[in-house]
């Protein structure tokens, strides 16, 4: 399967000082927002990024697009390292690689055309010459399901699916390698997911696309991506292709988030029995020193709390198909 | 005998006047709830079930809004009763819950305080130490660790799934013999979710009280409603058993959603199935069944589908009601074949 | 609680020294001669040269900083031998043009300033937040719409037209009112009301219009908060909503913006304090101005830069004590 390497993050960390910051106020530590993750995303495929809110996805996804810097670690695109990037060089970085953004009602200028709004990165990297830019935008709207004639309405005018369509025009506009998909579908009532997400899929098989997408929601990230991450309190505690991770997942988290996803078959939960996380998820302030899971994990020993496990393939398999996972004591190993 | 319900919702209508025109938020709605029931609502956003669920406790007040149809609530009129009559019913008799735990709480009062205000409204003769005590019984039973200790706490010092715990206490306080749940976990994390829609069915299994919750997610439905009204464009479309909703829709739009939404839960990759287009504007109903630009059924009955507005009725050999004006078996066994 | 107030005391403290220091250095460093300032047009040079040094223009600026700092603890004194005299502390400097220690001047113009500030704010406050939130419970029925036309002409009127019309009205032309001539409360109550009201209205007015504003939007918008919604469905008093749960919530933004509108007044209502010839500091400082009176023009300067920051630390603590998000842990 293994296409050429399009995108990957080595070790990245991003921490964030917390507390008052004020001339005397100190901080009182870091929120570890991401914390060492690895990541590959291949050409042209999709690398699904899944865990509950503020285990880290939105931030490694800045990091990944360079809105951020990262702590420590690497971004490398295309064999280049991107992690340092600045000046121009950081600006035509910003032609490769797109961002969509979860909310479409307040991702886009309620003061700007939509014509506006999808040429403004074109006009920002003043790459289209100012007679052909309504056709470029119109030809936009046009791939991604917008009627050209309404160039110049204004996002109010549209609904919540539309404008996630515009969204995604405007990340289109210059033509990027990879689109860092920030939970573009969590806003979206089902039906209307559905269509952005075969909208997605479509763009992908026509341009040539790499995605790396980002969800809270579990089966929305199994019918886009090739690969899932699942993210933990800032790390990835498993990653793997959809067909392995949702049908054997190896990590007691990852078993626990599946178990929770209500299904829309009546009284379903009388056939499977569902794992109900007790309390919430710990404070990334000060995160526990072992696994970061194991103050809610029923598989906890002595060892979790005291030593990190490192994100490996599984002891009891050979092949690196299978998937990566970081727990002592994975799921489906005895 | 005939049953009286506990709530009974008849006809019910809701129009906003804004600069834009009327807004026909809810039309023509009737449904009804009984004792340790719950009814789901379900739809798309803007189909109008917040204004539904806030007209039991005439919460939509205001020049704006006009309000019309009959409310019953163990038989008396709750719409034409009077500032005092409802007062005395909201929070005591009938609990509502809202969306957002963040902001659903005072964040300017202790949690305490606020429970404790909950409970006095209605027990004006009891001290406030022992409106402590048993707001303190509350919190422990609705599972915050230690609420001796948090009890003078800020909302803000909670998270997202604690706090939404905080605010189903302080609706239950007066043991209410309906709640109102208006997508109470939609804001939530599966997890948090799983966590409050367990503890909603356990307290509703001691205390038999009935739950109006509201949807969009059909998954929710599936594991914990009893009955379902679907609503799309402010009205209710079609009207079923949980058991018959997911085995036998009948309405077109039921299909639509059972069909997205399965084709999401499948495991097989490919193309999605969709509902083409985009809700009706409540500003400008079209004159026949508002699904029909959407309905891919509508063809057979073009001139029908296009001028009347359907009514809610039974299907047969189902118990369902369906708003839609293709109900023959024919169709039916025609869908569920395409379903299957 | 505590912390977080002392906190806010340590980085007025600092604030206040670097406001007080750059005041210094900006009016130091004008091209003109200090000392050539403190004595008429034709002013013998040696007289000049002797003043230069007992009021210190001779040192380097660090030094004339120190010793102004070093004056409002611990006083300072002038020259020396029969010719010295001395402003206690708190000194501000010394006005050769009205033969006054500066910290005399504004100690006598201040009280005006204070009464005239603190009668307005509270009577625009009162006026303002309660015709705004009367004009929210009432939202687009004319009550609303009236509020909303009155409040937009008040808007956009200038001080010192209004402050005109008023004097011009009542006084002049309808003469409910004898031409105000200020005098302390103390000394004359009678005075002091009738040189105040007009001054206190003409402010207020103005003020309160723009804070109907903001409390109608303030009210209106807590109206949309889910928490007020599930106040109400708790089955709470209307009235107790408003009061718990909307108005708490729609004035604490208020209360920064007033505490700040306050300070500015504090420290010279300089239009309306000239209109109605009022003896307080905005007109002290505005002669001092004309006058190019510099050692009062640094002390007014200085004292108004002084309640605009206390005036934020207080609005700081209020905001902390109001709105328990806002306390550090
Ligand atoms: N700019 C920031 N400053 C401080 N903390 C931040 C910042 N951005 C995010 N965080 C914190 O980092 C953590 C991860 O946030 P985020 O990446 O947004 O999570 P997610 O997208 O998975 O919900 C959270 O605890 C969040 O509060
Ligand atoms: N106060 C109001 N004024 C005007 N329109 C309103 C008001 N409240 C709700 N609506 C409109 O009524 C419709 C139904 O809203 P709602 O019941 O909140 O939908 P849902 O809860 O199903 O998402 C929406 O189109 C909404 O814009
Ligand atoms: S490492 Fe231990 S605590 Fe962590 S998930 Fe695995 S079994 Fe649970
Ligand atoms: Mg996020
Ligand atoms: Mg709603």
Redesign the pocket.
Known sequence: MSSEILLEGKSLVKYFPHGSKGIFGKSDGFVQAVDGVNLVLRKGQTLGIVGESGCGKSTLARVLTRLIEPTSGNIILDGRDITKVSGKELQSLRRDIQMIFQDPFSSLNPRHSVGEIIASPMRIQNIVPKGNEKLRVQELMELVGLNPEHYNRYPHEFSGGQRQRIGIARALALNPKVIVADEPVSALDVSIQAQILNLLEQLQHDLGLSYVFIAHDLSVVRHIADEVAVMYLGKVVEIARPEVLYSAPAHPYTKALLSAVPSATPRASHMHSRIVLQGDVPSPINPPVGCRFAARCWKAQDICVAQEPALGSQSFTSQPEEGLVACHFPENSN | MEKVPLLSVENLNVEFSTPDGVVHAVNNVSFAVESGETLGIVGE?GSG??VTASSILKLNSGVTAKTQGAILFNGRDVLGADDKTIRSIRGSEIAMIF?DPLSALNPYYTIGNQIIEAYRVHHRDVKKSAARKIALEMLHRVGIPNPEARIDEYPHQFSGGMRQRIVIATALINSPKLLIA??PTTALDVTVQAQILDLMKDIQKENGMAIIL?THDLGVVAETCDDVAVMYGGRIVEKATVNELFLTPTHPYSFGLLGAVRSLDNSARGELQTIAGSPPSLLHLPSGCSFLPRCGYAQQNLAQCSSVVPELEKVSPTESFSACHLRTEALISLKMKELA | MTTFIARRILFALVLLAAVSLFTYLLFALLPTDPAALTCGKNCKPELIAANRVRLGYDKPIYEQYWQFIKGIFAGRTYGSGDIAFTCPAPSLGYSFNQHECVSTLIGKTFPVTAFLSLGAFILWMLLGVGTGTFAALHRGKWQDRLTSVVTSIGVSLPTFYVGLLVLFSVVIWLQWLPFPHYASPTENLHDFLTAMILPWITLAVLSAASYTRLTRNGVLEAMNEDFVRFGVAKGLKNRTVIRRYVLRAALIPIVTIAGLDFAALLGGAIVTESVFSLPGMGRLAIRSVTDSDLPVLVGTTLVAAVFIVMANTIVDIVYGVLDPRVRVK
Do not use: C, F, P
């Open positions: 956003s079930k917040s969306q208006d997508e509201i």
